[in-house]
């Protein structure tokens, strides 16, 4: 197990941990007193997000979610695990209330959770692998699975802009605009997350160079800190204090159900 190698990590794991933590607290108040079901789905989902979250940061910020991988060259790199087992269970979750707030049925929400799940897993399989018994070099090793992983985000995004925003369109006005801005935060904030994985140390590709990354480690932690804080308490915000809206959705699919 290593910890986190510098104050400037440990800092921002800290910010990390604050500020999910205040997240779940302020999204568990905004949902106190919420009777209507089908509105409380919301707030319940993304009130697991930012709790999961602060778990997986405050477990990186204590040095539990952390490990050295040592590559076949013989060369370290210090990897947050725990930042990928946050995302394998909070993705998902945030893809569950954009197919919610759409009102996607569940073939629709279900491909999207595997193409999820996929481009997590693989983007981890690329984080831990060593090169060790590969015909590729350490670094290609790893950027193999980076492009496996960002083969399944790319069909993600083709499902999100066509199929998923289709349905939504069919919507009320309100609902579908509050989607569409839900949708292309994630869309940008989501791209994001591979160009800091392959400029970071996880690719290796600055192996020989006196750093495993095109940026250093300091750098690609609080890269990823501010990331995670717009994709999960910026967009809860977002989606749970439009109220009138999630009437409309809730609405919607009261009626959908009953038809």
């Not at 999100?160 to 939504?168: G, N, P």
């Not at 400029?199 to 932690?221: D, F, K, Q, R, Y």
């Not at 609080?222 to 204090?241: E, Y």
Request: a negative charge; glycine letters at 12%; charged letters at 10%.
């Amino acid at each position: 197990m290593a910890g986190p190698t510098s104050d400037i990590q440990t800092i921002a794991l800290g910010i990390g941990t604050l500020g999910m933590a205040l997240g779940t607290l302020a999204f568990i108040a905004m949902g106190s007193g919420e009777t209507n079901e089908r509105k409380q789905e919301f707030f319940i989902i993304t009130t697991f997000i930012t709790g999961i979250a602060a778990v997986a940061y405050f477990s990186m910020f204590q040095g539990f979610g952390v490990i050295e991988v040592t590559l076949a060259n013989g060369e370290a790199l210090t990897i947050y695990w725990a930042r990928y087992a946050d995302w394998l269970f909070t993705t998902p979750l945030l893809l569950l209330d954009l197919g919610l707030l759409a009102g996607a049925d569940r073939n629709t929400i279900a491909t999207l959770v595997g193409l999820d799940v996929g481009m997590i897993v693989t983007g981890l399989a690329g984080a831990l692998a060593t090169g060790a018994g590969s015909p590729l070099s350490p670094a290609g090793t790893r950027i193999a699975w980076w492009g496996i992983s960002c083969g399944f985000f790319v069909v993600l995004l083709y499902y999100l802009v066509s199929t998923l925003s289709s349905v939504a369109a069919q919507r009320s006005g309100d609902v579908a605009s509050l989607f569409s801005t839900l949708r292309n935060l994630v869309i940008v904030l989501w791209t994001a997350y591979p160009i800091v994985w392959i400029l970071g140390t996880e690719s290796a590709l600055g192996l020989g160079t006196g750093s495993p990354g095109l940026i250093g480690l300091n750098v690609e932690t609080i890269l990823f800190m501010v990331l995670d804080l717009a994709a999960k308490v910026g967009f809860g915000f977002i989606l749970l204090r439009s109220r009138d809206v999630l009437d409309q959705a809730a609405s919607a699919s009261e009626a959908a159900a009953a038809d």
